[in-house]
Nanobody, 126 residues
Framework: QVQLVESGGGLVQAGDSLRLSCAAS????????MGWFRQAPGKEHDFVAA???????DYSDSVKGRFTISRDNGKNTVFLQMNSLKPEDTAIYYC????????????????????WGQGTQVTVSS
């Protein structure tokens, strides 16, 4: 069965960095588009970043220039490098597999992702 397992979250101070990982199994990872979303308390899932099977990327405006999504198809893992963290980045971060592939304009729609991990908490103190 499809499994997505996130790791790497934690408590950091504003300006620090974190690297999240998402280990995937149960499907052909190398041909799948993947994404990262986050959910703050009382809010909806917000798009963070997406990556195609070949490495094309898409970012939300709020993280562009600070976060980098990447993948290692040989290790079935997608990463989210988060630099210059801000208190407003505090959320549970989820990785997800996108159905239908990487499509600019559609990558940000959470309903188009069919499998989700359990999430990892990121807390940024001021």
């Amino acid at each position: 069965q499809v499994q997505l397992v996130e790791s790497g979250g934690g408590l950091v101070q504003a300006g620090d960095s974190l690297r999240l990982s998402c280990a995937a199994s149960g499907f052909t990872f190398g041909s799948a588009a993947m994404g990262w979303f986050r959910q703050a308390p009382g809010k909806e899932h917000d798009f963070v970043a997406a990556i195609s099977w070949s490495g094309s990327t898409d970012y939300s405006d709020s993280v562009k220039g600070r976060f980098t999504i990447s993948r290692d198809n040989g290790k079935n893992t997608v990463f989210l490098q988060m630099n210059s963290l801000k208190p407003e980045d505090t959320a549970i971060y989820y990785c997800a597999r996108k159905s239908g592939g990487f499509r600019p304009g559609y990558n940000r729609m959470s309903g188009l992702y069919d499998y989700w991990g359990q999430g990892t908490q990121v807390t940024v103190s001021s």
